[in-house]
């Protein structure tokens, strides 16, 4: 019994021996730091609106005729010139309806000198036939010969002049045919010069849709060309900044693609407003730049004037991932503060939350500075 509990007081001594003992916090030395008030300032009243890069002028080259493709001679992506051949159709028909009218035009200039011997004979027996009649009418005034006779002669010369009439008239319908003729010609031509589909304009293929042997159809998009250094930005702009923005004004454009900004101006603000959005769509011309394309993101600001907001300097921000945060000095201590920032320019930040008018902030934030460090405010 009493080794039993010898044994029980050993372990209970064991335990209280091993309790770790309750850290406290350390003094230490201060860390040096300055600290900068944050207070309220001028900040640029600016709006940042994002879009699309689209071609200033751009075509969907379709063709006017239905037929096979033949040929296509260009790929996305080449540079074509005005007038260069890009997709051949094939022509069969369209040749067979050329030859047909030619040769009817060439059928009626044949029948021109058949025509034109047609009112010579009908001019000469008209001659006659007056001369004749003449002659029959001094006779008759003289009583020399019968009234059957004069009648004769008078009716000769009805159907002489008849005759002539009819032969000029045939004329003149010959004539009329071969202009016709002619028209119908050019029009065939016309029609054989759509299987030959041009470019516009000097430019950039955007999109091709078509391969030999598909079937094109008159309005069927077959090619698109967009015309090189002609870009704009297309913006959606909130319905309630419209009426601040005017055309011809200044904007910046960030690009991307061309990892810088540029300086362009507004050339057009649609005036309808889309009714599901809110919004309206502002055109933004942009310089001539090799790396433009048709489709790149890019992004406008633009300035409507000053606003005071909360500023702090730049490096006083600690950033660790998503979070942003600030030193502020408390009873002689670094507190961590988590913060939310606007726009950064000139080495100032704007904040939205976290911090208000009259905290003081560490800056710069010292990187090895941990929160709850005792400080000493320095000038």
Known sequence: MKSALALLISIVWLAGCGETPRKTEAAGTPVPVKTTPVALGSWPDEYEAVGTVRARTSAVVSSKVMGYVREVRVQAGDHVNAGQLLVALDAGDLDANLRRAEAGREEARNAIPEADN???AAKANLDLARATFSRMKDLFTSKSISNQEY???????????????????????????????????????????????????????AAKSVDPGNLA???????????EGAYRLEVSIEESRLSAIRRGEPV??????????????????????????????V?????????????????????FGTRQALLIPA???????????????????????????????????????????GDSVISPAPATLADGARVEIRP
Do not use: C, H
Request: no cysteine.
């Open 217 to 227: 159809t008159p309005g069927a998009a077959l090619l698109t060309i967009e015309r």
């Open 151 to 205: 009648d004769e002669a008078s009716a000769r010369l009805k159907s002489a002049e008849a005759a002539y009439a009819m032969a000029e008239s045939k004329r003149a319908q010959l004539t009329a045919r071969i202009a016709q003729a002619d028209q119908e010609s050019q029009a065939a031509e016309i029609q054989r010069g759509y299987a030959q589909i041009t470019a516009p304009f000097a430019g950039i293929v």
């Open 118 to 120: 047609g009112v010579a």
């Open 315 to 357: 490096d006083a921000v600690v950033e660790r991932g998503q979070l942003q945060s600030v030193y502020v000095v408390e009873n002689g201590a670094a507190r961590l503060r988590i913060i939310t920032t606007g726009r950064k320019t000139a080495g100032r930040v704007e904040v939205l939350s976290g911090l208000t008018a």
């Open 252 to 281: 910046t454009v960030a690009i991307d693609a061309l990892g810088r900004a540029i300086d362009a101006r507004i050339s057009e603000i649609v005036p309808a407003v889309d009714a599901a959005s809110r919004s309206g769509l």
């Open 283 to 303: 055109k933004i011309d942009l310089p001539a730049w090799p790396q433009l394309r048709s489709g790149v993101f890019g992004r406008a600001r633009f300035v």
